[in-house]
Each structure stands twice: as C-alpha cells, then as structure tokens.
C-alpha cells in the first residue's frame, strides 16, 4: 500500500512496484583498481587538511562519472553504495529527472536568487508549499517550517515546543513587561527552565542545542556546554523477535517506567520536560528497533505532562522504511505533535501541527528558512517515487535482503547476528567492534561502500533504486567476506 501521506493526492498504482529503476549508463557491478583511499584521493587529503580539519574524510568522489547506484572516486574505483552519503540520495546518482531540475528558466532564477523567505518569498512559494503539504505531510500535521538541515530543523522544534508549552502554562499568547525584559538577560520568567527529554544512543545533530539531546558519540560532544536535560534508555531488544516476545515486552515496560519517572523528577526539581525528542529508529546509535506499542504508551505519557511528541525522522523519512514517514507503521491515535526531517528530502524542516503554531510573527526565523532550490527537487523526487511506485519496490528489495541476511546470519554463526530493518533501512551487528570495522574495510576493498553504526552494526541505507540485482552483489560479497573471516 502507499503510504498515508502519499494517496492524499495520487491513486493507488496497484501496488506494483516498477520493474525498471535502473538509469541508463549504471554500471553491471564494482571495480576495485587501487588501495582505497587512492593515490588521487590521498593527495587531495593532503591538500584540503591544509585548509582544514579533514580527517573525516573517506575518498574524494568523481560525480561526473557516479550514476545510480554506483559511487566513483576520483582514483577510478567504482562502488556499489548501499550508504549513499548517509542516507541523504534518494534517486542515487545523477538521475535524469534531477539533472533536468533546473532547465526551466524560472526554476533556475529561483535557484540563483535564493531569497530570504521568511520575508521575501517568490510569489509560487505558497503553492509550492501546499503542494509539499498535499503530497507528503503526515496526517493531521498540515503546517510546515523549512529550514537548512535536520539540526536545524531539529533546533527549532525545540523552541516550537518551548513556546506551546508556555502558551499552555499561561493560557494566552500575552507576555508580562517582566517576561520582556528578564530574557534578554538570560534569566526567568522570560527565559524559563524547561527541558527535552531525549534517549541513550539518539542523535539529533551537532548545533549546540541539538547536542544536548545527542547521545551517541563522546567526540560529538566532548567539551562543549550543555543544557541540563533528562535522558532516558530506549529499548535494547533481543533477536530474533519472533523468539523474544515477552523479553522485549519487559523492556518496552522498564523503558516507559523511567521516562514517566524522569517526567516527575524534573518537575520537582524546577525544569519540566516540554517535549520528548525520538527517532523512530536509532540510527547513528546502532538501529536500534522498539515497537509500535512503545512509542504509542511514549505519546500518552507525553500527552498526559502537555508535552511535544518530536519524531526525528531525519534518516528515516522519505521512504526508505517502505512508508514514506517511518511513524507510520505504528499506527499512532493521533499525530505526533511535529516531525522533523531532511537528508532524502534534500532540504531540512518539520511539519507540526494546529497546536504546535506559534502566533508571532519572527518567533522561528532565519534569513534563508531553507532553499527554493531544494524544493525544486524535492518535486522531481516525489514524482519519481510515485510514478516508479518506489515505497513498494523498496518493502519488496528489503525483505529480499532481510531473508538472505538470515540466511548468512545462521551459516556464518558467530560471526554476525541481529539482522533487522523495515524497507531496506537494514542493519546487522558484528561479533565485536573490531570484526565489524574489519569487515567493512573487506567489503570496501572488494568494491561495497557501508556504514557503521552502534558499537558493532553495519547499516546499509541504499536509494530508493536499490534492486535484487544490487542486492544479490552485496550478498555475495558478504558472503566472500564472512568466508575470509571464518577461515582466518
């Protein structure tokens, strides 16, 4: 089925999913010509940490030349990328109906006169806006912010639920001379001691207020201020599900029990939570799964402390779960009360809803609040997606991958376990940390480029193009890697 959002405004296909996604040019599979990274690659590593810190960088990419599926780098080695930047590409390289994005004349002024939008939108910003809203806004959320990335978007979220819970403490949109004054100097009532509760191994960005809710890596977050927020422990759930139902269930229970418990802790200590950060799967922390029933009981506790339900959607939304919003497959009573998002969707923003609106003007303001240029081909990705039915070419590839990942999961035993994922959002955990760092560095040097998550997963967030045909070339180097690794 489509998902909810996306029948709002076409008709069902038929739950077909097109039979060719591949663009023109793709190559058949990787090759692997140098070391990687590449001697080209490793002078321009040189060159560019010159400049400035450049150690996260992997290889230095031709774009030129990657298409589809494939990434190629600058040294000439082509890769199957089943990561595609961190899950930011969602047609995978160079697909036609982007590359024609900008032909139009006034789409490209649109581009080149990036306008301060808050203030000075073109005059099809508002039908370009409701046309977002009609195709993809989660039901019953009909208000939408742009902005330039998921932590922007995430940042601003917080202040949405900031300002709702104030307007209900208050029970009107007036501010006191008091209020006026005393936020300028940092202090309350106008600046008041409120907090978002987040969850261990969440991540939800790198600015300074999003860090206080990230909590994955230390190098994120080393010696930087932070506020004085709750955290509580998301589920840590057993595999294989079907085997471990009353286990998980125990966990989903603890979990709530403590977030309800630091919902009355902070009260009493002067700092209400306001709102409740969450992805509906942790990614950058190890996809880590919970189930529809947790996050249903999360949106009652926050309902009942007039608190904001935030869904972090940055990786998950855009369809690589199978549904175009993740939050979709739990079958929530009413929305969540804002959804962020970005990566897939090219540009940063949320949808919230009637009650989350904020009533004055320049309350969330920046100069650009987000990019024309984005929305231009955001409109070319939601018509591929429902012109080549991709939600449902996406749920058949992932569960394709899923079973064979089983498969090798059980010949390859103790290797690697816990293979998981909706759609072809997929990851899996490695014996150790070491074993997985080991076989992602195999699976580079043999031409598939992954990501790493948690303390021992592998993710694999592919495009939306992903097919068998890919997806049986990384099976089978996985499967030559497990075999290196079981006979060392």
């Known amino acids: 089925m489509w998902s909810k959002s996306l029948r709002k405004v076409f008709p069902q296909t038929g739950g077909r999913a097109c039979l060719s996604t591949s663009l023109p040019g793709e190559p058949c599979g990787p090759c692997v010509r140098t070391s990687v990274p590449g001697p080209k690659s490793k002078d321009l590593l040189h060159d560019?940490?010159?400049?400035?810190?450049?150690?996260?960088?992997?290889?230095?990419?031709?774009?030129?030349?990657?298409?589809?599926?494939?990434?190629?780098?600058?040294?000439?080695?082509?890769?199957?990328?089943?990561?595609?930047?961190i899950s930011t590409i969602p047609l995978g390289y160079n697909h036609p109906e982007l590359l024609k994005a900008f032909c139009n004349e006034h789409d490209l002024k649109c581009l080149i006169n990036r306008p301060a939008l808050g203030v000075f939108p073109g005059e099809d910003w508002p039908k370009r806006m409701s046309r977002i809203c009609d195709m993809i806004a989660p039901c019953g959320m009909p208000h939408l912010n742009t902005m330039m990335c998921g932590a922007c978007a995430n940042e601003n979220a917080f202040k949405h639920a900031f300002m709702a819970f104030r307007r209900k403490e208050r029970g009107h949109d007036n501010f006191s001379?008091?209020?006026?004054?005393?936020?300028?100097?940092?202090?309350?009532?106008?600046?008041?001691?409120?907090?978002?509760?987040?969850?261990?191994?969440?991540?939800?960005?790198?600015?300074?207020?999003?860090?206080?809710?990230?909590?994955?890596?230390?190098?994120?977050?080393?010696?930087?201020?932070?506020?004085?927020?709750p955290m509580a422990n998301f589920p840590n759930y057993r595999y294989p599900l079907e085997e471990n139902v009353e286990c998980n269930k125990k966990e989903d229970e603890k979990c709530l029990a403590r977030v309800e418990e630091l919902f009355d802790s902070w009260c009493k200590k002067g700092m209400p939570v306001a709102g409740v950060i969450v992805e509906p799967i942790q990614s950058e922390g190890g996809d880590n799964h919970a189930s529809p029933e947790f996050f249903k009981k999360l949106q009652v506790i926050c309902k009942n402390n007039n608190a904001a339900l935030i869904m972090d959607e940055v990786q998950t939304g855009g369809g690589p779960t199978g549904k175009f919003w993740c939050h979709e497959y739990f079958d929530l009573p009413c929305p969540p009360d804002i959804v962020t998002f970005s990566k897939k969707l090219q540009?940063?923003?949320?949808?919230?809803?009637?009650?989350?609106?904020?009533?004055?003007?320049?309350?969330?303001?920046?100069?650009?609040?987000?990019?024309?240029?984005?929305?231009i081909l955001l409109e070319k990705v939601l018509e591929v997606i429902v012109r080549d039915d991709l939600l449902e070419h996406v749920r058949q590839t992932g569960e394709y991958v899923l079973k064979h990942l089983k498969d090798l999961e059980t010949e390859f035993c103790p290797l690697f376990h816990s293979s998981r994922g909706r759609g072809?959002?997929?990851?899996?955990?490695?014996?150790?940390?070491?074993?997985?760092?080991?076989?992602?560095?195999?699976?580079?040097?043999?031409?598939?480029?992954?990501?790493?998550?948690?303390?021992?997963?592998?993710?694999l967030r592919a495009s939306l193009l992903f097919q068998k045909k890919h997806a049986n070339i990384f099976l089978d180097i996985l499967r030559c890697v497990l075999q290196e690794l079981k006979t060392c």
Not at 55 to 81: A, H, P, R
Not at 358 to 369: D, H, L, S, Y
Request: aromatic share 14%; hydrophobic share 35%.
């Open 48 to 85: 560019l940490n010159q400049i400035q810190q450049a150690g996260s960088t992997s290889v230095f990419v031709n774009y030129d030349k990657s298409i589809g599926n494939y990434l190629v780098d600058v040294d000439g080695n082509t890769f199957l990328d089943t990561y595609m930047q």
């Open 177 to 229: 001379k008091e209020e006026q004054e005393s936020c300028i100097y940092n202090t309350p009532p106008g600046s008041p001691k409120l907090a978002i509760m987040s969850f261990l191994y969440g991540f939800h960005g790198r600015t300074l207020g999003t860090l206080s809710t990230t909590r994955s890596k230390f190098i994120q977050k080393i010696d930087i201020p932070a506020f004085d927020w």
């Open 347 to 375: 540009l940063g923003g949320y949808f919230y809803t009637g009650e989350m609106a904020v009533r004055q003007p320049f309350r969330t303001f920046n100069t650009w609040m987000g990019d024309p240029g984005k929305v």
């Open 424 to 459: 072809t959002f997929i990851a899996f955990t490695a014996q150790t940390t070491e074993k997985r760092d080991e076989m992602i560095m195999l699976l580079k040097e043999k031409g598939v480029w992954c990501g790493s998550c948690g303390k021992s997963s592998i993710r």
